[in-house]
């Protein structure tokens, strides 16, 4: 419903950040739910809608990766977005094949992680598909953008919120070179150079789930010194 604060999760152990986090969104006008371990945030996820799930990787009990991973069997389209003290890039790598849909290394800059926040709970008009649930077909896959799953080769999956975005502008501007700041401000709401690495590592989840040879794309390909271009017919 119009009006409806947008409802944040958020799954952060150490105290004095979890206030942080939490006075800042709520002046920012979110509600905003906290939780201090991966075991309490997978039964809240259980019982409660939630618009967007901010995810530190370092908890007790359950780690940040294997929480992402079963959030997706509960809610496959819900925005994740993972903080961590880590700076390897095998770090972010793997929180984005866990699920989530963007990353934020600590310490943060504060206006950097609203503008994250707000980018990733915007909902814009132009990517809500026809309300006729007609498959999108290319190669081996069909893409159903209204229900947020596909068909692939590997079998059926369920999308997220943000791989919806990511196909849905494709699928619009398809056959054309489209630079990284352009997907960066459409698909997360906002641009930034330092991030080309999420969107680049997103795609590599792409062409997993959608190429016949992820490591020599036909679908999704790198236009160099651009951005992508998806074909339908390569």
Known sequence: MAGEKPQILLVEDEMHLARGITFNLEQ????????????EALEKVKVEKFDLII?????PGIGGFEVCERIRTLDSRVPVLMLTARSAESDRIHGLAAGADDYLIKPFNLKEFLLRVSGMLRRSAWYRPEPVEEGYRFGDNEVFLLSYRARTRQGEIDLTDLEVRMLSLFFHREGEAIPRGVILESVWGYSTDAETRTLDNFIVRLRKYFEPEPSRPIFFQTVRGVGYRFSRNP
């Open 28 to 39: 920012e006008g979110y509600l905003v739910s906290h939780v201090e371990s991966g075991e």
């Open 55 to 59: 995810l530190d990787v370092m908890l």
